[in-house]
């Protein structure tokens, strides 16, 4: 009964090569999230998705595109993959609520490996 | 520009000492300041939150203390045990994503 869950767990790729990484939660939440912690640990919000809408987009190069195809569901596609991409990506849902930001859960990370 | 600055890079403590981390923002319209800790290889885990309407939040071993005049809000883990090992991280939200602060590595040595 995971609550997020994301695949794959490890990902190793060329430079160049197009990769997706899948996220998948079940606690009925209306807004995911994509973050991407860098090699230092720091923790950085790349997008938010509610309602299947996209409501965040930082600054990110467009070689990343997330998909929300429902609510539980948030892929992230990445073209061109280059060395600077090695990172762990973390997926996250949470639900806003009338009392404001709702407790934001995360999945268990995929660490990306480009070489 | 770091919107949330976190310190002390990392800490070492003794078995049932008090550990204190601390956080600074800048924004703020920040309303909710939650502390979230990291096992390695895991996903951040929600360890406590606060939201500004209050000076103070305790669970367990664990407090918050929030001082919104000075835009500062630390941890403290009193008893400090082995297991609480890990890296800690304040952030704060002012909508939905949350901003982070870089992360504290705590080791509690027995």
């Known amino acids: 009964d995971t609550a997020v869950s994301q695949t794959p767990k490890y990902l190793v790729t060329q430079m160049g090569n197009d990769k997706s990484i899948k996220c998948e939660q079940n606690?009925?939440?209306?807004?995911m999230y994509w973050y991407k912690q860098d090699s230092k640990k720091f923790l950085k919000i790349m997008f938010s998705?509610?309602?299947?809408?996209?409501?965040i987009n930082e600054t990110v190069p467009n070689r990343f595109s997330p998909k929300s195809p429902d609510k539980a569901h948030l892929n992230l596609h990445i073209n061109s993959l280059e060395l600077g991409d090695s990172a762990v990506y973390f997926c996250?849902?949470?639900?806003?609520?009338?009392?404001?930001?709702?407790?934001?859960?995360f999945g268990p990370g995929t660490r990306l490996t480009v070489l | 520009q770091q919107q949330v600055k976190q310190s002390p890079q990392s800490l070492i403590v003794q078995k049932g000492g008090i550990s204190i981390i601390n956080c600074a923002y800048e924004n703020t319209a920040f309303d909710y300041f939650p502390w979230y800790q990291q096992f390695p290889g895991k996903g951040p885990a929600l360890l406590i939150a606060?939201?500004?309407?209050?000076s103070e939040k305790k669970e367990g071993r664990f407090t918050i203390s929030f001082n919104k005049s000075a835009k500062q809000f630390s941890l403290h883990i009193m008893d400090s045990q082995p297991g609480d090992s890990a890296t800690y991280f304040c952030?704060?939200?002012?909508?939905?994503?949350?901003?982070f602060g870089s992360g504290t590595r705590l080791q509690v040595q027995p």
């Open positions: 952030a704060a939200s002012g909508g939905r994503a949350l901003t």
């Open positions: 606060i939201r500004p309407d209050v």
């Open positions: 998705y509610n309602n299947k809408e996209l409501i």
């Open positions: 606690l009925g939440h209306d807004t």
């Open positions: 996250a849902s949470s639900q806003v609520t009338s009392g404001g930001q709702g407790e934001q859960f």
